[in-house]
């Protein structure tokens, strides 16, 4: 079965540096949630789309922004990097509404500032 | 107070034994629990999802859910060494933001 595939799977980036996360969620879903964990923490949510829409906003930096486009895919940008943003990044979705909004995550962007 | 709770652990079990996993939210208008698993440096991959009081089995897992103690517990049968990994409790209130527990460490010796 297609899971979620995020791109790229491991960045390196130096600070005051930019980076674009990409996500390509399951065939049919609709919405997509971003994560960031750092290590060993819980994922923490950062935003998550709806048909195209943002449908809710967590603890995303005002440096980060994400959409989603019309294929359904997302992308998370991310700016002015800090050291502090060196965590896994993921990406999950989740099938259209009328179900309990079960997440399946993609398997993430290790993200490295240096 | 966190909105999900969970023992960090670890929790060590015997291979073959039961290994059970507890996890409180705060959200009396929790509408779907889930668990998930994740193994170092992994994503977290989804169990089961419950979302009615009462118990859920699939396979070796079973989930339980008491709403009226805001209460959700994961047990595994026959624990394997493979299900050593974090277990991660999650919760939904509705609408699209899922509050994740920080993770229960779960270790089956062999």
């Known amino acids: 079965a297609a899971g979620v595939i995020q791109s790229p799977r491991h960045l390196i980036k130096e600070k005051r540096e930019t980076a674009t996360l990409k996500c390509y969620p399951i065939?049919?879903?609709?919405?997509v949630y971003w994560y960031q964990q750092g290590p060993g923490q819980d994922p923490q949510f950062l935003i998550s789309f709806y048909e195209k829409m943002q449908s809710d906003k967590g603890s995303i930096p005002d440096r980060f922004s994400a959409q989603q486009f019309s294929d359904y895919h997302s992308e998370l940008n991310m700016s002015s990097l800090e050291l502090g943003d060196s965590a896994l990044y993921f990406c999950a979705s989740s099938p259209p509404a009328g179900t309990h909004n079960e997440q399946f995550f993609g398997p993430g962007t290790r993200l490295t500032v240096l | 107070q966190k909105e999900v709770e969970q023992n960090s652990g670890p929790l060590s079990v015997p291979e073959g034994a039961i290994a059970s996993l507890n996890c409180t939210y705060s959200?009396?208008?929790?509408?779907?629990f889930f668990w998930y698993r994740q193994y170092s440096g992994k994503s977290p991959e989804l169990i089961m999802f419950i979302y009615s009081n009462g118990d859920k089995e699939d396979g070796r897992f079973t989930a339980q859910l008491n709403k009226a103690s805001q209460y959700v517990s994961l047990l595994i049968r026959d624990s394997q060494p493979s299900d050593s990994a974090t277990y991660l409790c999650?919760?939904?209130?509705?609408?699209?933001?899922?509050?994740f527990g920080a993770g229960t460490r779960l270790f089956v010796k062999a």
């Open positions: 999650a919760v939904n209130a509705g609408g699209f933001k899922t509050i």
């Open positions: 065939p049919r879903h609709d919405t």
């Open positions: 959200d009396r208008g929790s509408q779907s």
